[in-house]
């Protein structure tokens, strides 16, 4: 809410730089490897929306080396198995979003976006109040998924 109320603005720091500095819970990083991190996304569509980031600074895939590009993939094939067994989605989003044009929120640090989906998560509150309902607090979707990272890892 403090954001929502323009009290909280994002840091002038790019957010995928100085989150690995931070402890993993107060972070929400449920999973760090040698090249790239899993994290809660702190504006989520959806319970369980993760983001999978390199600890380079690039700004677009192409931009990656090879072992970290497919360290990426390998931590988003990890995080859909994660997110299986904590929720059972019917589906996913994943991807990433390339330039302010594309959607992207943090241009300059590239990505991945792994958003669980169920028939009928979008009502009536996104189309006409413009607003997310989301019914697990993030500190409770950390707690859920957390242990199965590490479970799998």
Same mark, same amino acid.
């Given at each position: 809410?403090? /954001?929502?109320?323009?009290?909280?603005? =994002? &840091?002038?720091?790019? =957010? #995928?730089?100085?989150?690995?500095?931070?402890?993993?819970?107060?972070?929400?990083?449920?999973?760090?490897?040698?090249?790239?991190?899993?994290?809660?996304?702190?504006?989520?569509?959806?319970?369980?929306?993760?983001?999978?980031?390199?600890? @380079?600074? !690039?700004?677009?895939?192409?931009?990656?080396?090879?072992?970290? @590009?497919?360290? =990426?993939? @390998? =931590?988003?094939?990890?995080?859909?198995?994660?997110?299986?067994?904590?929720?059972? &989605?019917?589906?996913?989003?994943?991807?990433?979003?390339?330039?302010?044009?594309?959607?992207?929120? !943090?241009?300059?640090? !590239?990505?991945?976006?792994?958003?669980?989906?169920?028939?009928?998560?979008?009502?009536?509150?996104?189309?006409?109040?413009?607003?997310?309902?989301?019914?697990?607090?993030?500190?409770?979707? /950390?707690?859920?998924?957390?242990?199965? #990272?590490?479970?799998?890892?």
């Amino acid at each position: 809410m403090p /954001y929502l109320q323009g009290d909280d603005p =994002l &840091p002038d720091d790019c =957010l #995928f730089c100085i989150k690995p500095e931070e402890p993993d819970s107060e972070a929400h990083i449920l999973c760090r490897d040698e090249l790239c991190y899993v994290m809660l996304n702190r504006f989520p569509y959806n319970n369980g929306h993760l983001m999978i980031a390199p600890y @380079a600074h !690039v700004a677009s895939l192409e931009d990656l080396d090879a072992d970290t @590009a497919l360290e =990426l993939m @390998a =931590l988003t094939q990890l995080s859909l198995e994660v997110l299986r067994k904590a929720y059972d &989605p019917e589906g996913f989003n994943v991807g990433a979003n390339i330039g302010a044009a594309a959607g992207a929120g !943090v241009e300059d640090h !590239v990505h991945m976006h792994v958003v669980p989906r169920w028939t009928g998560d979008t009502n009536y509150m996104t189309s006409l109040g413009k607003t997310r309902v989301i019914p697990e607090w993030m500190h409770e979707v /950390y707690e859920r998924l957390r242990p199965i #990272f590490d479970q799998l890892r």
